[in-house]
């Protein structure tokens, strides 16, 4: 008995674990789209119905188990909908291990688990721990009164109900604790993942990612014949606005052109914060006159672009650009970087607040 209670606790840890590797870019919560609730409410009840094979027998037609843990879990995480789910799932497994008084009480106290505890997730204002053991409490009462329901002489099988309710609380607290673990885990990780690849000021690219679409859209602009495009753009005295407002303000017009950017670029592009006040942009497969037409957007929006600074500030800015292109005829991949980096220092000596292109330098 003690046995098959350690063996569902033994089995929610390990599904957790991989329920989590299947949806770590995909956490359950609220705002989760309903195909993932219905995922996660699925599993749920495979889980519950995985429970059920470890389940103490306390007569012919009744079994205790851990299966409405997971409910509970769901519920906590995604409100009504998944706990539903998995709550529909798993008396459709009670049905396939026996049709008897028993599995029709279960019916409706896998109903009352599932539809409460949603109403607990949502409506209950508590911290963390004190939520979860309120749905814990509320589910095993549930379990516990159709047991009362399903059991002749309650009597006779209340030393098992005490004990399924000390493993339900200790094992729905170790569950409860492991699951946030992992999620806590994933989530540092996710973000750890996403800060190697974007610049924590802007959200642009960094650097580094910039030279991986870089040399991956080299390589694609030469093996399928496309073209290529690659913008440096750099703030026009730049330094002036650091020592005039100070470093924040140099901060905020860098994420203010960032967002400016985004806005400017289209979904196609790659844009990247290279450094210092330094920018650029990638298209693969983009035709020139469309890439010019685009970086003159872009300077024109930011010459006339009223940049606010913390303290009530505000200031106006240019960018200079220099702009190159792909070339079949390039025999070493820094070439291009190189050609824009010459352009982009063209236009500066032309006066800064314009764009040169390479192939029309002198």
Request: charged fraction near 20%.
């Amino acid at each position: 008995m003690i046995d098959d209670l350690i063996m569902n606790i033994c089995l929610l840890i390990t599904f957790i674990f991989f329920w989590h590797q299947l949806f770590t870019t995909r956490r359950l919560t609220y705002e989760s789209p309903l195909w993932v609730k219905f995922s996660d409410g699925f599993l749920a009840g495979v889980l519950g119905i995985i429970l059920m094979r470890y389940s103490i027998y306390v007569n012919d037609i009744t079994i205790l188990d851990l299966r409405h843990v997971p409910i509970a879990l769901v519920a906590y995480y995604g409100g009504l909908i998944p706990s539903l789910v998995g709550a529909v799932i798993i008396t459709i497994g009670r049905y396939i291990i026996d049709v008897n008084f028993s599995s029709h009480v279960a019916l409706f106290m896998m109903l009352f688990i599932a539809i409460g505890s949603g109403f607990i997730s949502n409506y209950v204002k508590a911290i963390p721990w004190k939520k979860w053991l309120i749905l814990l409490i509320y589910g095993q009462a549930m379990f516990s009164i159709a047991l009362y329901i399903v059991t002749p002489d309650y009597s006779q099988v209340l030393n098992i109900a005490i004990l399924h309710i000390i493993f339900t609380l200790v094992g729905g607290m170790l569950a409860f604790y492991f699951l946030r673990y992992v999620r806590r885990n994933s989530e540092l990780f996710l973000k750890y993942r996403e800060f190697s690849r974007k610049d924590p000021l802007t959200d642009l690219f960094n650097v580094r990612t910039f030279y991986y679409y870089y040399e991956n859209f080299l390589k694609q602009a030469k093996e399928n014949n496309q073209s290529m495009v690659l913008m440096l753009l750099d703030i026009d005295h730049f330094k002036k606005i650091n020592d005039t407002y100070g470093h924040m303000s140099g901060d905020e017009v860098l994420k203010q052109l960032g967002d400016l950017f985004k806005h400017e670029a289209g979904r196609d592009a790659i844009i990247s914060r290279n450094g210092g006040e330094e920018f650029s942009i990638l298209y693969l497969d983009k035709s020139v006159k469309k890439a010019e037409k685009v970086a003159e957007n872009i300077r024109k929006r930011v010459e006339h672009t009223i940049f606010k600074l913390p303290h009530g500030h505000s200031i106006q800015l240019t960018i200079s650009i220099g702009m190159a292109f792909y070339d079949r005829a390039m025999t070493e991949d820094h070439i291009l970087f190189h050609e824009a980096d010459e352009a982009l220092y063209r236009a500066k000596n032309a006066g800064r607040n314009n764009i040169e292109i390479f192939d029309q330098v002198n």
